[in-house]
């Protein structure tokens, strides 16, 4: 597993394949391992580089406590700068698609387009997820300061429950449990308190890169209204909201978003093999220049008798 020292903390990620560069953000407690599916389809012509974000999955917890969006972006710049990475497709979840709207913001050169998976422009926008996200900030403060590592199982049923379809199988639920659980409270907590004060609504508009939006029917943490109003406010946006999913789309119905991930790259950000594949326009072939018509040669003239 490959490490970067960014800020004082090991920042871990993946990469995997070749290609146009596609960066994979995680959700909220979530980790890189979320996009197995992804990656593993999209590896075949894309450079796959998948990142935990600061005390999450494998990355290190920061000695500060600037667990923000922005912290969050410029972190993951100067990865890919690292890395060699000036321009690519960012596919952000929840959390990671808030941090997607950020680079899109700040870094337009860099941002070929963008896949905004159950995410949102503004956490707190509505009460219900207002209200959702200041309990978990409460709770979560005081696990942190009576055992940070600890109340796995606590969040593992809350996120194997709430996050997940209602008639959702059991690997997704198993899925967002054994990931989410392993987040520390601190990194939890300092992460959604800061998340929720982020709002890129009003400047929506000023993005400009192509956006892809997908939104479970189902989805309770980042429903349905969120999705309609990023589509209206970006201005080069498709909205697709599936049916039979909650918040974990990507995991929940993968084919669905594996599908509509494929089509999206193949217009905006092509695979180099599709590119090379292209038939150069031929030119137009050169008439050729007409000889002139010879003239009849002259008979000599008859001597004068």
């Known amino acids: 597993m490959p490490v970067a020292r960014i800020d004082g903390t090991s920042i871990a990620y993946d990469v995997k394949g070749s290609g146009p560069p596609l ?3 995680h959700c909220w407690t979530g980790s890189k391992r979320f996009y197995f599916n992804q990656v593993e389809k999209f590896s075949r012509d894309y450079k796959c580089i998948s990142v935990d974000f600061p005390g999450h999955g494998e990355s290190g917890e920061l000695e500060g406590r600037d667990y ?17 990475v000036k321009r690519a497709v960012f596919a952000g979840h929840s959390l990671g698609g808030m941090v997607c709207l950020y680079l899109g913001l700040h870094y337009p050169d860099a941002v070929a387009g963008l896949v905004l998976l159950d995410t949102t422009s503004h956490l707190s926008g509505y009460f219900f997820q207002r209200l959702g996200a200041i309990a978990a900030v409460a709770l979560g403060a005081v696990g942190a300061a009576l ?27 198993i899925i967002s449990a054994q990931e989410c659980s392993k987040v520390t409270n601190k990194a939890m907590t300092l992460t959604l308190n800061q998340a929720r004060n982020y709002n890129a609504t009003p400047r929506l508009g000023e993005i400009s890169a192509p956006a892809l939006i997908v939104v479970g029917n189902a989805d309770l943490l980042a429903d349905v209204r969120h999705a309609g109003r990023m589509a209206r406010g970006l201005p080069n946006s498709i909205l697709l909201v599936v049916r039979g999913a909650g918040h974990m789309t990507l995991f929940e119905k993968p084919d669905v978003v594996n599908e509509a991930m494929a089509d999206f790259l193949g217009r905006v950000w092509p695979p180099a093999r599709a590119a090379a594949k292209k038939p150069k326009a031929r030119k137009p072939a050169k008439k050729a220049a007409k000889k002139p018509a010879r003239k009849p040669a002259k008979k000599p003239a008859k001597a004068a008798k």
Request: net charge positive; glycine share 12%; hydrophobic share 45%.
């Open 68 to 84: 923000s969006v922005e912290h969050f972006g410029e972190m993951t710049m100067e990865l890919l700068g690292r890395l060699g």
């Open 23 to 25: 960066v994979f953000l």
């Open 147 to 173: 055992w940070n590592s600890g109340f796995k199982l606590t969040k593992a049923v809350v996120a194997g429950t709430a996050a997940t379809h209602p008639l959702a199988g059991p690997n997704p639920r």
